[in-house]
């Protein structure tokens, strides 16, 4: 006799979003029609008038109040000391930081890479030469350090955070948007726009990506006197939130950032842009997707052209022609010079003889770190031409030779501009991910099947893109417990759907010999099943001490006597009964509902639960596809998004179950897109 958990797993989510709306009265849906109306109308619509082009003003007024500056360092308590030798080390703030900064990566694999702990310890050194411990150590050794004390109260101060009631929290939050609430907004040609980065990053450790050379060094403190702020002529310059003058101030109307400096570790410059969904970055997003478009215009020319080169006298010619093969048909990176201090990634104009290997009678075999140091294996059929033209490039030449010696980035783009204004060997890039994208889609995508094999359909279309731009990632370590809580949750399904089964054969044996009905559950055995009613009714029974102590606190907020502890223990009595009525039902093929609902409503259920059980096969699948596949560096930065829209009109599919709450407001723009759109 137990109330059968399929229909409340279901939702109360669900369940207000259907029986919500019903329950609001006309005032108020009136009221909140007038916000979207609202809402709506503030919405600045720049799509719809003549974009700027590059190098042209791309704002005539612009305020803003600068950035966020991170809070000073807060020396540790006098209890909380690294050890040096067995002996604590009585450090200056100055180099407590920057080993704090480490000791909070302890746990991390980062405190295992010897060129991370290398670079950290180097620079860590030339901060003690100048702020050395007080108590005279003198600390040389990297493997004689110990930073544990300092982790673990990294680690307590963490819990404490986590520990911190939901309105102690919730005031914390308020305070701090409070502090931010001006920095987060601007104003461009009048008009209200958000800001993305504004903070500025506070000094650490850098991490990098792939396998970088300058991974565990030390980030500066960024200080006013580092940063230069670009805003409009005449109104007030903004204070800084410390102490310190500006670096300088410009007032460049062709340029779309609002502040830069230069970070120490690789010499980069850092940006402050507008958000993402801001008009200034929509524009160049729909720019960036409108020149890939028009390139389907040109790109018959193009290939034409190269295809005649790889046989070009000229070997400058054969080269550019052979890189721009790659470029194209396998969507190769371009490739810069890096310097000696840089990961040694490279793309198509900067591959060495080693990275290429040629196995006949048309094969080549790829081999390097592509962007982030993530590798690149591809074994690919090639023509007959390129072949034979690398295996001419590579003739006479050592391993660590640059296989196009007489082409590099720059040469290659000055002659992609020729055919098109603004084309660049990046534009390709874009221009092969979309179109292979709508061409997946129109020739993958089923027709009268569920939402979620329409999903897994796009995922799939998605996938072939990641993995041509070879947006390739490690599985996370994740993955396997991941799946494997999935598995339970899928058999938390099918238990379910089982009880529901039992209680149709309490109700008339006649259901037993129903086919939709009669089979039992295969990987549900009874030691499984033990421990899931063990797992739900503890469940049930935190749920119950956490609304307990919820009320309580509500009444002693509104002056209110707090129940007593009785009241708990006899709800958890109740949960205890339900529990031991469901385990005397194992084994008997039957059960009983706490609440009677009609036959008509058991079956309706178990055939949500098939749907759901089908549902949920299907994103376990899609999961296990992608472990090993980036999939958002193309959907935000390769994919016309209107490709996408378009998509989801078409084929009656939810666009937010593809874009995220931030990719909507990202692409506005594409979003009216419709259905018979095509990339």
Known sequence: MVDVKPTR?????????????????????????????????????????????????????????????????????????????????????ESEEVAGFYAAMLDTDH????????????????????????????????????FRPMF??????????????????KEIKKQKDAMEEKYITCLLDGRKEKVGNFRVEPPG?????????????????????????????????PV??????????????????????????????????????SSLKGQSDMSKFEKARELKSHVARIRTDYQADLKSKVMADRQRATAMYFIDRLALRAGNEKGEDEADTVGCCSLRCEHVTLEAPNFIIFDFLGKDSIRYYNRVAIEAQVFKNIRLFKDNKGESDN???????????????????????????TYNASITFQEQLDEGTPQNVTVQEKLNAYNHANRMVAILCNHQRSAPKTHDQSMSRMRDRLRSFKYDRMKLRHVLFNHDSKYQKNKLYADDESDIDDEWIVEHEESLKNKDIEK??????????????????????SVLKDRIAVIAADYKRLAKERGTGKAVLKRE???????????????????????????????????????????????TAAWCKRHDVPIEKIFSKTLLNKFPWAMEAEGDWKF
């Open 9 to 93: 797993k279901r939702s109360s989510n669900k369940k207000a979003k259907e029986e919500g709306p019903s329950s609001e009265s006309p005032q108020a849906k009136k009221k909140g029609k007038k916000k979207e109306e609202e809402d709506a109308e503030d919405v600045y619509r720049w799509w719809e008038e003549q974009a700027n082009g590059d190098g042209e003003e791309k704002w005539q007024t612009l305020e803003h109040n600068g950035v966020i500056f991170p809070p000073p360092y807060e020396p540790l308590p006098s209890h909380v000391k690294m050890k040096y030798k067995g002996k604590e080390a009585i450090l200056p703030p």
């Open 111 to 146: 405190a295992q890479d010897k060129t991370f702990n290398k670079n950290f310890f180097e620079d860590w050194l030339k901060v003690l030469k100048d702020h050395p411990p007080r108590n005279k150590i003198n600390i040389t050794e990297f493997d004689q350090c110990d």
């Open 152 to 169: 673990e109260y990294f680690e307590a101060e963490k819990a404490k955070k986590k520990a911190l009631s939901t309105a102690e929290k």
């Open 205 to 237: 450790l850098f991490r990098g990506r792939g396998d970088h050379p300058k991974k565990g060094a030390l980030k500066f403190r960024v200080r006013p006197e580092d940063i230069t702020l670009n805003i409009g002529e005449g109104v007030s310059i």
């Open 240 to 277: 800084p939130n410390m102490p310190g003058s500006w670096k300088g101030v410009v007032h460049d109307q062709t340029v779309t950032w609002l502040a830069n400096w230069v970070e120490n570790v690789n010499g980069n410059y850092k940006y402050v842009f507008l958000a993402a969904g």
């Open 403 to 429: 296989l196009f010696d007489r082409v590099n980035t720059s040469l290659l783009n000055k002659h992609l501009q020729s055919y098109m204004k603004g084309l660049t060997a990046k534009v390709f890039r």
């Open 544 to 565: 119950a001490e956490k609304k307990f102590a919820k009320d309580n606190e509500k009444l002693a907020e509104d002056g209110g006597q707090p129940s007593e502890d």
């Open 597 to 643: 609902r009609p036959v008509e409503k058991i079956e309706e259920a178990i055939q949500k639960l098939d749907e759901r059980i089908k549902t949920f096969k299907l994103q376990m699948d899609d999961r296990e596809a992608g472990k090993e596949v980036a999939l958002g560096t193309s959907k935000i930065n390769y994919l016309d998004p209107r490709i």
